[in-house]
């Protein structure tokens, strides 16, 4: 990775090198503004310091992508006053019909004509399309250098009007009015609530997924909770006294952290709705992310409470503080014995990959479930008890279960089938995408793994002929415990092109420990909220001439 930052670099210099004097003095009189000086990134991808090194050099491209474009116009703000913008003006220009640019601070830039050269892939540079670099920044720390600068400054083309500023007052009857500001890379499925997904090229270039681009699932408003008078009520068992606790005094229970996917019900919804129509958002491959989470276990917290197991079924109910303008709040339960378990390694967590909750992701304190649906994992926790049944939330009793493919809404009956836990076994391709072109010769094929209640995947079979002739991929990420594998194991394979091969139809599938293994195809598993979505994935490509 180094070395091929290292040729980028010297690659551009020795382009500069070759323009006329004429081009270098338009630099200076066009640099940008030297007093924007980015932060460096506090994420912290635990136990994975190759994958921190990728993010640092895709970083590297796509601040390099932006300084290659429009030779013609380089001299144009050292000669003439800048033209003014608005950042919807800036915002409409996302494609090349339309031409691409992008902002940095006040500055705006056009970076139609390098889109197509950019050696980290066209798609890497069209995450900040019609927007500002600053978030690609944060996450791609090496930009930060005065050479990067001065190149970007070349190819300005204006300015953002000085007098635009982001609408700072609430509107009050707005209850998204306080939401807080999400990665522009996130792919948004909806607006109120929120909920977004990060770009598949994206999804696999690390083991741990960096906070800012982890998928969000949001079902209300997210509520902004001051810490310092945070309180989680915790029911007390038969005799015991119930439980308000503090921040600090979930920190005094001992500290347990573990490396967790959470995968939503739905995703990979959108290929269901290609068999027949659905009921939900329209998820493609990347409701589902994985962090270090870190926090008190719930055995410990209820155990404290006075609860234990009973003989008798009963089930631990969450509340969470996120809720609508009626005040309904969102639910959900968990089966007792698993709360009680400390193998199953249930979690009050407070941390996400060494750092405080982010808002969209539960702060100060969420439930984290290993194995088990998202749906499960209530965020912005306020109150905990143990309950004869499940919890009486239209997420748990009305939502979030599978149906025969005979079942419409007509007859739909929720009572008679269970609420989604444990999750079945999973797998997508990440790259290549579905209508690219890919280069003869090789191919690389990458993707995710995994399956539910700890169940290890074992392997991952790719074909590249539609299912005719398979090749078991390299698997990749944390070793998985026996019946404790919560996370999810990322694969790759280098295949080589049948020569005279015109497109590739490109299948995975996973296996699981137990042996379960994904189903073929997804009309025999659709269902009318199209959740367990599961079947092979299939990626149809081009093959370049």
């Known amino acids: 990775m180094l070395l091929i930052h290292k040729a980028m670099v010297s690659g551009l210099r020795q382009a500069c090198r070759l323009r006329s004097t004429p081009s270098r003095l338009c630099i200076r009189a066009c640099s940008t503004n030297d007093s924007f000086q980015p932060q460096r990134p506090s994420l912290t991808f635990s136990g994975d310091n190759s994958g921190t090194g990728g993010w640092r050099v895709m970083g590297t491209l796509l601040g390099l992508g932006a300084v290659l474009a429009y030779h013609d116009h380089r001299c ?23 031409g691409i640019w992008v902002t940095l601070g006040y500055e705006v830039f056009d970076v139609t004509e390098f889109v197509g050269l950019h050696p ?77 997904e990060p770009p598949p090229e994206l999804l696999t270039e690390n083991y741990i997924t960096p906070n800012p681009i982890f998928f969000t699932r949001n079902h209300l ?22 439980l308000s606790l503090s921040l600090d005094d979930l920190y005094k229970f001992p ?23 659905v009921k939900g958002l329209e998820w493609r491959t990347g409701a589902i992310s994985t962090a270090r989470w870190a926090g008190a276990r719930l055995c410990d917290v209820l155990a404290q409470a006075g609860h234990k197991l009973c003989e008798t079924e009963a ?33 009050l967590a407070y941390e ?33 008890s143990v309950e004869t049944e499940e919890s009486y939330s239209h997420w748990q009793r009305r939502d979030y279960k599978g149906f025969s493919p005979s079942v419409d809404w007509d007859t739909v009956d929720f009572d008679s ?37 700890g169940r290890a995947v074992i392997r991952v079979d790719v074909s590249l002929d539609g299912g005719l002739t398979w090749q078991a991929a390299e698997l990749n990420g944390e070793e998985q415990r026996p019946r404790k594998a919560w996370a999810w194991r990322l694969w790759q394979l280098q295949a080589t092109v049948p020569a005279g091969q015109k497109e590739l139809n490109i299948i995975c599938k996973a296996v699981d420990d137990s042996y379960n293994v994904q189903p073929d195809t997804v009309a025999p598993i659709w269902n009318l909220r199209g959740v367990l979505s599961t079947a092979w994935h299939r990626v149809h490509v081009h093959v370049a001439s």
Not at 138 to 164: C, D, F, M, T
Not at 255 to 277: D, P
Not at 352 to 370: A, I, K, S
Request: charged share 20%.
């Open 315 to 347: 089930h631990v109910c969450f509340e969470g503080l996120d809720s609508d303008p009626t005040g309904t709040t969102y639910g959900a339960s968990i089966p007792l014995a698993r709360a009680m378990d400390p193998e199953a390694e249930v979690l």
């Open 76 to 98: 144009r703000a050292a000669q003439e006053s800048p033209r003014i913008y608005t950042k919807e003006e800036v915002s409409s220009h996302t494609s090349p019909e339309t």
């Open 352 to 384: 996400m990959n060494g750092q405080p909750l982010p808002r969209d992701h539960g702060f100060p304190v969420r439930v984290v479930v290993p194995g088990v649906v998202g749906a499960r994992h209530v965020k912005w926790l306020g109150r905990v």
């Open 417 to 453: 089938a269970p609420s989604i836990q444990e999750l079945p076994v999973q797998s997508a391709i990440t790259e290549p995408q579905d209508g690219e072109t890919v280069e003869s010769g090789e191919v690389t094929i990458k993707g995710y793994a995994w399956s539910g209640g």
């Open 221 to 242: 408003p997210v509520p902004n909770l001051d810490p310092d008078t945070y309180r989680l009520h915790v029911v007390g068992g038969p005799g015991s006294k119930s």
């Open 120 to 196: 980290g892939g066209p798609s890497k540079l069209m995450l900040a399309a019609g927007g500002p670099l600053e978030p690609f920044w944060a996450l791609y720390a090496v930009h930060n250098q005065s050479h990067v600068r001065e190149l970007l400054a070349q190819y300005k083309i204006g300015e953002l009007n000085p007098e635009e500023k982001v609408p700072s007052t609430l509107e009050t009857s707005d209850p998204y009015a306080d939401d807080p500001i999400r990665h522009p890379a996130l792919k948004v499925n909806s607006q109120r609530p929120f909920n977004a």
């Open 255 to 277: 500290k347990h952290e573990i490396t967790v996917t959470l995968q939503c019900a739905g995703n990979r919804r959108s290929e269901m709705s290609q068999v027949k129509e």
